[in-house]
């Protein structure tokens, strides 16, 4: 019995000095320290399956031979935020501080020649993304956090295996954690000529520093020509069509122009550091024919980021606003900054609304955002429940003017450990039709009335304080 005091007390003092001198954020380390005081023995096995952190040079080598070569195939594609006019273009200060930050921060390059259409919902979006495929010519490349081996699932991997029989080039990728029915297929897709690998494959879990770090993004290319980004993966809940689940709410983007190439150049990236193929032929990089002029900038984030990339994005996004500020996400656990910039906003003045999840499909997060919203309300954010069904959508709209559509949620995951991806466009049209969807949504929300809010149970409280207490470590 003193043997396993010993050895437990050993353990505690070398994970606990670990914790401790990687600085990570202070809420973070207390809770680690306060695991693993409480439960040792457990919380030492949660804290090497989910705690342990990997340096951002081990993750971004692959990237930086590559962002070098990409940088000199498109540079002339590049545009210079001091170099809008902003007569011409109806650009704001806002939008080139914002430009500047996605630059420096993300890498994200701002060009003009762009055209962007928004999908919405399952229908809308697979009906279109099917068609683009039918009508490659060249290559497909897909990339997608959960890939299910259902009916859409299959539906799309025939459509692949035509294309490869037919000539066409077509890469696979998918998350290398959550896709156990398609990995079985692996064997069948690699002999008909399609190209499937997993992005940070764990196998061994207990050994595998890059467990917790997933790749959440959602990109198709077609031919360099025609883009797809946004929030649904591939499975029949996103079509609605699991009866358990029921309605899912969802949002893509279809890209067209300059902005397809940077999606590209994130593809490869991706791919590169799934196989260490380095693919940089120009012919990936057509160029691209003359669309509208929809300022876009395409943004990359993750854990292999120099930054905090899209927390810092959006601070500063929420900060600039000036007249309206409309979020919605299925996922709501913001730092302290993001939540003081929100009710800073309200507080001044601006129109700030947030739709969140009513129907849950994650308990924890779903009480972890609740915990949020009575300090919100008071200040003046106005928050809804959306309840037609499962809301997965992740939008920001500002002032009517930028539009933000991808695969990062409102929450410390997507701002620190996933990879995501999304779409910053600064063009009122394509905002305005971002704002139609989102006044539906409201239609299909109930709001939240403070009066009301305080009145909740006190298990509601119980469990809103619980799930954020350890909200810094989902």
């Not at 693919?279 to 002029?293: H, L």
């Amino acid at each position: 019995m003193l043997t396993i005091a010993l050895i437990t007390f050993a353990q505690l003092v070398i994970l606990g000095s670990v914790i401790f001198l990687e600085n990570r954020d202070p809420t973070k380390t207390i809770i680690w320290l306060l695991i693993l005081g409480v439960l040792p023995i457990l919380g030492a096995l949660l804290y090497v399956l989910l705690g342990r952190v990997v340096r951002k040079h081990q993750l971004s080598r692959h990237k930086q031979v590559r962002e070098g070569q990409i940088e000199e195939i498109l540079k002339d594609l590049q545009v210079k935020p001091s170099e809008v006019n902003v007569d011409q273009t109806g650009n704001i200060l806002m939008n080139k501080k914002l430009a500047r930050l996605l630059l420096n921060d993300a890498s994200a390059p701002l060009t003009f020649n762009n055209r962007a259409e928004v999908l919405t919902n399952g229908n809308e979006t697979f009906e279109s993304l099917f068609a683009a495929l039918q009508d490659a010519k060249h290559y497909i490349h897909l990339e997608f956090f959960i890939f299910h081996n259902d009916a859409i699932g299959q539906d799309l991997l025939n459509l692949l295996i035509r294309k490869v029989s037919e000539g066409v080039k077509v890469r696979v990728l998918v998350d290398g954690l959550v896709n156990r029915s398609l990995k079985n297929r692996f064997g069948e897709l690699r002999r008909a000529g399609v190209e499937a690998e997993e992005f940070y494959p764990v196998r061994f879990p207990f050994l595998s520093k890059r467990l917790n770090l997933r790749n959440h993004r959602k990109i198709v290319i077609v031919d360099g020509r025609v883009g797809f980004l946004g929030g649904l993966n591939v499975g029949d809940e996103y079509l609605s069509r699991n009866q358990k689940i029921g309605f899912w709410r969802d949002t893509f983007l279809k890209l067209e122009g300059d902005s397809v190439n940077f999606l590209q150049s994130v593809f490869l990236n991706d791919w590169n550091g799934a196989t260490r193929q380095d693919i940089s032929d120009p012919i990936y990089y057509p160029q691209p024919w003359k669309y509208e002029t929809q300022m876009t900038q395409i943004a990359a984030t993750g854990p292999d980021s120099d930054w905090g990339s899209m927390l810092e994005i959006f601070f500063v996004a929420l900060t600039s606003a000036e007249k309206t500020i409309f979020i919605e996400t299925p996922y709501f656990i913001p730092d302290e900054g993001s939540i003081m910039a929100l009710k800073t906003a309200a507080l001044s003045g601006l129109d700030v609304r947030v739709i969140l999840q009513g129907v849950p499909d994650h308990k924890i997060t779903y009480w972890a955002s609740h915990s949020y919203v009575e300090e919100l309300l008071e200040s003046g954010v106005r928050i809804y429940r959306y309840q037609k069904g499962i809301l997965h959508a992740k939008i920001l709209i500002l002032d009517g003017e930028i539009g933000v559509v991808g695969s990062t949620n409102f929450d410390i995951r997507s701002f620190s450990l996933n990879f995501e991806i999304s779409a910053f466009i600064y063009d009122c049209p394509l905002a305005q039709r971002l704002e139609r969807d989102f006044y539906q949504d409201l239609t299909d929300s109930e709001e939240l009335v403070l009066e009301e809010y305080k009145k909740r149970p006190l298990l509601n409280r119980i469990k809103e304080s619980s799930a954020r207490l350890f909200s810094p470590l989902l």
